[in-house]
């Protein structure tokens, strides 16, 4: 059972972090949740287990999903700004192509006016 305590691990950490950037006391959520301040400082520091209604509970307090209590932002995160970095050097690289076209095009119709222009003069 030791893996499913590492991806529990956290939960407490994150909404400890939660909790002190509403600057709220435990106290504070632990009267939202209608538990004793023991009982939700217990849920901070990962001793009790939160079974899922109480998480949606605690989600609810915070504006947050639960899915956000659950899963370590800090990772994908990460792999956000790496996809973004690359959909960003694929979107430059086609908006240069997309420049070189316009250029060219220009050139084309230039080149076809002085044509027009040498035919009606001729």
Do not use: C
Not at 62 to 84: H, I, Q
């Amino acid at each position: 059972m030791g893996n499913a305590s590492t991806s529990m691990d956290s939960i407490g950490k994150r909404i400890k972090a939660l909790r002190q950037q509403k600057d709220w006391l435990q106290s504070d959520v632990a009267k939202k949740l209608n538990i004793s301040v023991p009982a939700f400082s217990k849920i901070e520091s990962d001793i009790t287990d939160i079974n899922i209604s109480r998480l949606r509970e605690i989600a609810n307090i915070f504006g947050v999903g639960m899915t956000d209590l659950l899963s370590d932002n800090s990772s994908p995160a990460k792999e956000y700004v790496d996809e973004l970095k690359k959909t960003k050097e694929i979107v430059e690289a086609q908006d240069a192509k997309i420049n070189k076209l316009q250029e060219y095009i220009i050139r084309l119709y230039e080149e076809l006016h002085t044509l027009k222009q040498g035919v009606t003069n001729g």
